[in-house]
């Protein structure tokens, strides 16, 4: 099995910056790729960055350009949020694909004001 950990949410003013940090223990060597979502008040989750093969990275289009996701070699997971939009408010999950199956974090809150 494989936990995962988010950190680093809070309250940001719009513009502002917040960078979220994902743990991974447990069986990280299980994992195939990891990635962020996101969840709004009233919306159903989506997927905001992932890993693909090899070193690609995908992103939505609208965290194009301000969002970077990233990794270090313990499987932990980061993600770089500049420039936040109110509507980036939400509750983020790191999420984990592994030989045998697929792990959410609990999540993490992100506030942005305008």
């Known amino acids: 099995q494989v936990q995962l950990v988010e950190s680093g949410g809070g309250l940001a003013r719009a513009g502002e910056s917040l960078r979220l940090s994902c743990a991974a223990s447990?069986?990280?060597?299980?994992?195939?790729?990891m990635a962020w979502y996101r969840q709004a008040t009233g919306k159903q989750r989506e997927l905001v960055a992932r890993?693909?093969?090899?070193?690609?990275i995908m992103y939505v289009d609208y965290v194009k350009g301000r969002f970077g996701i990233s990794r270090d070699n313990a499987k932990n997971t980061y993600l770089q949020m500049n420039n936040l939009e109110p509507e980036d408010a939400a509750v983020y999950y790191c999420y984990a694909m592994t030989n045998q199956g697929s792990y959410w974090g609990q999540g993490t809150q992100v506030t942005v004001s305008s």
């Open positions: 890993f693909g093969s090899g070193n690609t």
């Open positions: 447990g069986d990280i060597f299980s994992i195939l790729f």
